[in-house]
């Protein structure tokens, strides 16, 4: 059974940074895509990153301007996503998803109902 367990995320002020991550079981890492999305109180969900098999790197939110930063290691079976200079804007709730297909281009409800397992996510608030 494929399970994907999502963990550090937090209530903290504007500026501090953040580590989430994204603990897999039940597969090998190294054989599929794993991908972050975020979902904000009221808002769609939105693709942020995937990383592909070979460690390509796909960013779906141009416009956070370099303060996420992803990443993957295949001997953890883990997936992490720092957060930098967060924002109250950032306020989500944070999820991973995993797929054997490539990265899309793009982040699209079509693409991403191709995703096959989905973590439960975890909290981000950013308040004063």
């Known amino acids: 059974q494929v399970q994907l367990v999502e963990s550090g995320g937090a209530l903290v002020q504007p500026g501090n940074s953040l580590r989430l991550s994204c603990i897999v079981s039940?597969?090998?890492?190294?054989?599929?895509?794993v991908a972050w999305f975020r979902q904000a109180p009221g808002k769609e969900r939105e693709g942020l990153f995937c990383?592909?098999?070979?460690?390509?790197?796909?960013n779906y939110a141009t416009y956070l301007s370099g303060r996420f930063t992803v990443s993957k290691i295949d001997v953890r079976n883990a997936a992490y996503l720092d957060l930098d200079a967060l924002e109250p804007d950032d306020t989500a709730v944070y999820s991973c998803?995993?797929?054997?297909?490539?990265?899309?281009?793009?982040?699209?409800?079509?693409?991403?109902?191709?995703?096959?397992?989905w973590g439960r996510g975890t909290q981000v608030t950013v308040s004063t």
């Open positions: 998803a995993l797929r054997h297909s490539s990265c899309p281009i793009e982040s699209d409800s079509e693409s991403n109902s191709e995703y096959e397992y």
């Open positions: 039940g597969l090998h890492l190294e054989s599929v895509a």
């Open positions: 990383i592909g098999r070979r460690h390509d790197t796909v």
